[in-house]
């Protein structure tokens, strides 16, 4: 049974809480608090598995909340719930959420999150893969400096300036940004020649993202493995990114999930770095049973560690406190199936975009590939979407080679 701490100030929406969750009571057990102290005090009292906060509220704010919540009970599942026109707003605000509601409060959206969450969090803390992760001494870290954009964008009004100073810390990154992003790959019909022409020609998130996955592959410099090159797995990641941000936008979803599909993409391998360089023999073996029986990678890494670098890239990015529909995308990249069917969703995209991707890899290189999970597609109602999806990646595609 899952035990839910529901805070909301208004009595009229705490009252239509109560009936509409009657029905789930042998589920969840509920408990409701109808301000941020209240909810403290309740936490000091019991442990829950989820919080789901309002973010508008006197006295302590949902986002100040769930900030305190996320420290002292970090295992705790962090939901804010909004109205869908403040859903932006406060996405970019807070970072302390693992997932965002919309209100007014639906029974079978919150259903169908609840199953999602559960669901990430089994697979994460699945025993083979707690061992796997114990046995790897140094994880890497989110990132210094995409921290410090964070922060940026939380302040009231983010400004251009500050988070292209911030960026400018890093010469040697900048200058790859911008090698990256002035490749036809982006598109831009102007060249891009510093950090706040590239933030307003590409946008805050897409910048931060690139920065995000720069820096975590810059952790990885000194990596030397016979049989991925850093380079190679940058360009893929890219690739992916820019093709799950492409099927995202023509799915004409909210603008969070078109940045959550490009940011997954680019990081939906980053768990293969983690394996080569940690634990290099067995990832040899793995590479080896992978060329010997030709069965894919994640199939390969799965027999040999116990585990595969779509869960070990999910648990990294878990714990960093991204949200959960980037660790999702990342951790089921491979068997969406192991996730719940939803409309469109990151994983979606990603998974097919690396499909696509690997699918054209292999009839040049040889080797296995994922295959579409075209079941998956039709349990999320998008099965009549793919031919769309292809033509959208093809287009991406056309401007690959100038990366
Ligand atoms: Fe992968
Ligand atoms: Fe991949």
Same mark, same amino acid.
């Given at each position: ?21 009657r029905?789930?009571s ?7 608090a ?6 403290l ?7 829950f598995?989820m919080?789901?906060?309002?973010m ?13 919540i ?7 599942i ?12 406060m996405?970019?605000?807070v ?34 893969l ?10 890497p870290s ?17 400004s251009i ?11 040697g990154?900048? #200058?790859?940004?911008?090698q !990256?992003?002035?490749?036809?790959f982006? +598109? &831009? %019909?102007?060249? /891009? ?5 590239a933030v ?5 998130d ?11 592959f810059?952790q990885?410099?000194?990596y ?5 090159s ?7 990641g890219?690739?992916?990114?820019a093709?799950?941000?492409a ?5 004409? #979803?909210?603008?969070?999930? !078109?940045?959550?599909a490009?940011?997954? +993409? &680019? %990081?939906?391998? /980053?768990?293969?770095?983690v ?6 023999d ?7 049973l ?8 994640w199939e390969?890494e ?6 595969s ?30 996730s ?7 994983l979606?995209?990603?998974h097919?975009a690396?499909a ?11 080797g ?28 991406v ?5 100038s990366?």
């Amino acid at each position: 049974m899952k035990s839910i701490l529901f805070v909301d100030d208004e009595v009229s929406a705490r009252e239509e809480l109560e009936r509409t969750l009657r029905p789930m009571s042998e589920e969840w057990e509920v408990v409701y608090a109808s301000s941020g102290r209240e909810a403290l005090a309740k936490l000091t009292k019991n442990s829950f598995d989820m919080a789901v906060v309002d973010m508008d509220m006197p006295g302590m704010s949902g986002a100040q909340l769930l900030t305190e919540i996320k420290t002292r009970h970090p295992q705790a599942i962090r939901i804010l719930m909004a109205d869908r026109c403040d859903q932006s707003l406060m996405r970019r605000s807070v970072v302390s959420a693992h997932q965002y509601l919309p209100k007014p409060f639906k029974l079978d959206l919150f259903k169908t999150m609840v199953t999602r969450a559960a669901t990430l969090r089994e697979r994460l803390a699945s025993e083979s893969l707690r061992q796997l992760a114990d046995g790897i001494d140094s994880l890497p870290s989110l990132p210094a400096l995409y921290r410090e954009l964070q922060e940026e964008l939380q302040s009231r009004e983010p400004s251009i300036d500050k988070v292209a100073r911030i960026i400018s810390k890093d010469m040697g990154m900048v #200058t790859k940004i911008l090698q !990256v992003i002035n490749s036809h790959f982006f +598109g &831009l %019909l102007t060249p /891009v020649s510093n950090p706040a022409q590239a933030v307003s020609m590409l946008g805050l998130d897409r910048v931060k993202a690139l920065v995000l996955s720069m820096q975590v592959f810059a952790q990885f410099k000194e990596y030397r493995h016979p049989f991925i090159s850093l380079d190679v797995l940058w360009r893929h990641g890219l690739v992916i990114g820019a093709y799950a941000r492409a099927i995202a936008k023509e799915e004409k #979803t909210s603008q969070d999930l !078109v940045d959550d599909a490009f940011t997954a +993409g &680019l %990081l939906h391998d /980053v768990g293969i770095l983690v394996l080569a360089t940690n634990l290099p023999d067995q990832y040899t073996q793995a590479v080896a049973l992978m060329q010997n029986r030709r069965v894919t990678e994640w199939e390969a890494e799965c027999e040999v560690l116990g585990a595969s670098h779509a869960d070990i890239g999910g648990y990294l990015l878990g714990t960093w406190g991204l949200s959960d529909a980037i660790v999702e995308a990342v951790a089921f990249h491979h068997d969406p199936m192991r996730s719940v069917s939803q409309p469109f969703s990151p994983l979606a995209a990603v998974h097919v975009a690396n499909a696509l991707e690997e699918r054209e890899q292999a009839a040049v290189m040889g080797g296995g590939y994922t295959h579409i999970d075209e079941d998956y597609l039709a349990a999320c109602g998008l099965g009549s979407r793919l031919p769309i999806w292809q033509s959208v990646c093809q287009e991406v595609a056309r401007s690959r080679n100038s990366l």
